[in-house]
């Protein structure tokens, strides 16, 4: 709508039969209605980034002053919020800001960027679109719903698309398009508003065939754009987005494989009383009442019955100091909508009406006064609000989740923090509140039943939505020392298997008290016994107690541990003991076949020693024995005591990846993306390095990924173009999940690309 140039005649007639509109069923997991459902009240920033054709103004960014609006701020972005409006439409005009070649000015785009987060950083829904751009016919921009002008409507409406939908693909489905706004026969005073829906004449027949087209041209080019304009919500207008228009069987919605289109509506109905300043009516009486309630019939009949989502994007009354007669009118107006899930956004153009002699009310439909942030009209707005959408207060995405403890006791049955011991230990906290269960969220688990980890998910009920989820470990119960036997130097602990830990954990010391102690710890869930043999000397006495433990995805610095056994104590016996082995190198590369340290090109890398530190003899003194020594990751070697020599030590070593090689490379402007050859089997991930340098000495970057079936990536953020970049991958693998522990295979050789 622009100040002083909208004469829209939405007056409601008879119900209309059932059109035959073409609507494509839904492809994508999310609805129209998933959104339209969650937008609430909206509010539309008119005749501000809308502003078009103000040739005196050649400072871009005061632009949107062109019609008498001050700067957009986000202190006004936020009391439209605090009112409790959860939808900003942001009209914008583009074509006093295009170069020949249609390319928008990156002022501009920015700016329109700046005015979408600051709705966007409060959470709100935004519906971004292409105003006052009707104008081909007269500027030589834009479009015209003409077969004259189709071919350079369709250039400029894609041109437009594709740069917006670019700018703000990664934006998620609380940013809404509208593809264009009411499109029509601009300055044909016979048709440019009224027409037979059930019999236009060849003008508007040929305007509405160019309008599908230009929907159409609209929509394949935003979703072709990629990111989340996949399946993101597009509202699609009729001729002049009136109900006319949008209900004449010439119009079509475009043809959408995602489903994610709705209705566009733009109703100033009825339009005696909400607009016509000059010959209408300032009492809202019956007959007007009707009115509203055919539009409305005609929206549930020809739209929502059939399972159509339609946003009305306009509405509103003129201020003709009738204040109770719109107020009467915006509750009946808002309850309509509201029973249709039909979200409704109230055009406020800042433009108020005084009542003074001579002054007209025509196009006096401001709400929120920009530069005071006060509602001019509270009656009024109080009104709009009585039969609105409950408004979603917040997305428990957002919020912080908490669990009292960050672990718990395995008990054999489930564990629910949310109701232990009558007790609730999960706080829900959004914008410094904190949520109350069963009023604001459910608490439901997964996992919570056995050892590990568990996750309690809370899930928005009432005013708030989404869910968010918190972990928390369920450790396991008590483990016991099932035996204890000795020979010299050394001592055997057998304790209880657990199937539901990760790991065993065995702690011995010269003292009860345990003051100072050692310990022995296993991830080998079978192994229920070990030989201490280290420390133990013949005739001491040693307290040992064990316990299981789990821990995160293989982390020890998140190692949760069961309570211990029951202490036990032996006295030790005598005997020569292995007591320690160590190889030459910690890590080997994959070679595809068993990888012998202690027979490796004839050579033995295998040091086995006493407890006294006696040099032992392989064959003679010990035995060598492999696990997992083929395959990329940990390997193990097992060191037996054989002959007057008693005892066990194990020894790991790591088997990294072979050397891995890029296969392709290649640019596209201000970027390059590699692929490479997927790694060894057992591997943990793969790192790339790339530099201007090609020595790698400076200006190196990297990029780290843990996933195996990650063979590509785009790298944007630092090259331009005009350089030569250089690069090579390798793969790696970590011991025991340890980031510390990381074991590199040999770099691929180095490619270069020179960025578009």
Known sequence: MKLQKKLIALAASAAIAVTSLAFPASAASLKPKDITSKMGMGWNLGNSLDTSNCSWITDENKYETGWGNPIVTKALIDKVKSLGFNTVRIPVSWHNHVDSSNNISSTWMNRVQDVVDYAIDDGMYVILNIHHDNTLHTDKKGFYPSSTYLSKSKSYVSAVWKQVSARFKNYDEHLIFE?????????DTANEWWFNKDNPNSKVKDAISCINTLNQTALDTIRAAGGKNATRLVMCPGYGASIEGCTTSAFKLPKDSAGMTAVSLHAYTPYDFAMNASNGTATYSSNMQQQLKSLFSQVKSSFTDKGISVIIGEYGAFDKKNSSDRCKWAEDYISQATALGVPCVLWDNNAFYSGSSGESSNEKLGFL??????VADSSYCKALFKNAPQVILGNLKDASVTVKYDSYTYTGSAVTPDNRSGSNEITVKLGGKTLKKGTDYTVSYTGNTKVGKATATVKGKGQYEGSKSVKFIIKPAVNQVTKLTTAANKINVYWNA?????????????????????SYTTTDLKKTAVTLSKYPKTGETWYIKVRSFYTTDGKTTSTRYGNYSDVQKIKVGSSNVIGSASLKYGSYTYTGSAITPDSRNGADELTVKSVGGKKLTKGTDYTVSYKKNKAVGTAVITIAGKGSYSGCVTKEFVIKPAVNAVTAISSTSGAFKISWKKATAGSTGYQVKYSTDKNFAK??????????????????????????WYVKVRSFVTKDGKTDSVRYGNYSSVKSVKIK
């Open 498 to 518: 657990d199937s539901s830990a990760t790991g065993y954990q065995v702690r011995y010391s010269k003292y009860s008290s345990f003051s100072s102690s050692y």
């Open 179 to 187: 593809t264009l706004n009411e499109p029509r026969l601009v300055g």
């Open 369 to 374: 006064n920009r530069s005071t942030l006060k």
């Open 699 to 724: 200006n190196v970057h990297s990029y780290t990924s843990t996933a195996l079936s990650d063979l590509s990536e785009n790298f944007s953020t630092v090259p331009k173009t005009g350089e030569t």
